[in-house]
């Protein structure tokens, strides 16, 4: 169980496209859903905290008209990189998490992750 | 905020036993992740500790001081496939449920 995909889980754009990326809970309802990034040899870095229903909450220094975050649903998050730029060439990252699931309460359970490239 | 402190690289050797420190502070306290990440991959769940003491889980055991703000992760039996980077994540205050990690310890075992 607690099973989170990431579509896709690469992506090459060319410089001022928009990029959407898609992260389900397989078997789970996540009622929060985390978006991170990671640059080369660095740790995750928290972007935006989303709840079902309501809007994102954005990490300070990480720009919401950038990075639109949509969570209409209790088992998918998209992320769009509008007007992506070779600086936001990175490593994204989604956890999931909801009640009910075995374990610890709060546990995060992580896509595998997808890389974005911009030309 | 939070602050958190691991080593940044180790070394061990196959068949080994290692320990990874983690020290850190927040703001409240409502437990501690550990997360395991290959390079290239994403982190997966490895422990989570709330009260003080020794949780065992196979290899794998993590132990937690929330007094001196300070948890280790332990590992036996080392294999080659534990070369990874191992990632310490408290949890801050009550309402707060996004995880801050820390920059992480890269273990690379040797054979």
């Known amino acids: 169980g607690a099973v989170v995909s990431q579509h896709p889980s690469w992506v090459i754009c060319k410089s001022g496209t928009s990029v959407k990326i898609e992260c389900r809970s397989l078997?789970?309802?996540?009622?929060?859903m985390f978006w991170y990034r990671q640059f080369p040899k660095q740790s995750l870095m928290l972007m935006a905290t989303s709840n079902e229903g309501s809007k994102a909450t954005y990490e300070q220094g990480v720009e919401k008209d950038k990075f639109l975050i949509n969570h209409a649903s209790l088992t998918l998050s998209t992320l769009t990189v509008t007007s992506a730029h070779p600086e936001d060439s990175s490593f994204y990252i989604c956890?999931?998490?909801?009640?009910?699931?075995?374990?610890?309460?709060?546990?995060?359970?992580f896509g595998p992750g997808t890389r974005l490239t911009v030309l | 905020g939070q602050n958190i402190d691991q080593p940044t690289e180790m070394t061990a050797t196959e068949g080994a036993i290692v320990q990874i420190n983690c020290t850190y502070q927040t703001s409240g306290f409502n437990g501690l992740f550990w997360y395991q990440q290959h390079a290239g991959e994403a982190p997966t769940f490895l422990s989570y500790?709330?009260?003080?003491g020794l949780e065992e889980k196979g290899r794998f055991s993590s132990f937690l001081s929330r007094s001196k703000g300070y948890s280790y992760l332990l590992l036996k039996e080392l294999q080659m496939k534990d070369s990874a980077s191992y990632l310490c994540a408290p949890v801050g205050s009550m309402g707060r449920r996004a995880l801050t990690f820390g920059s992480g310890t890269r273990l690379q075992v040797q054979p």
């Open positions: 078997d789970f309802q996540a009622t929060t």
């Open positions: 956890s999931a998490s909801g009640p009910g699931l075995a374990g610890v309460s709060d546990t995060q359970y």
């Open positions: 500790n709330v009260l003080d």
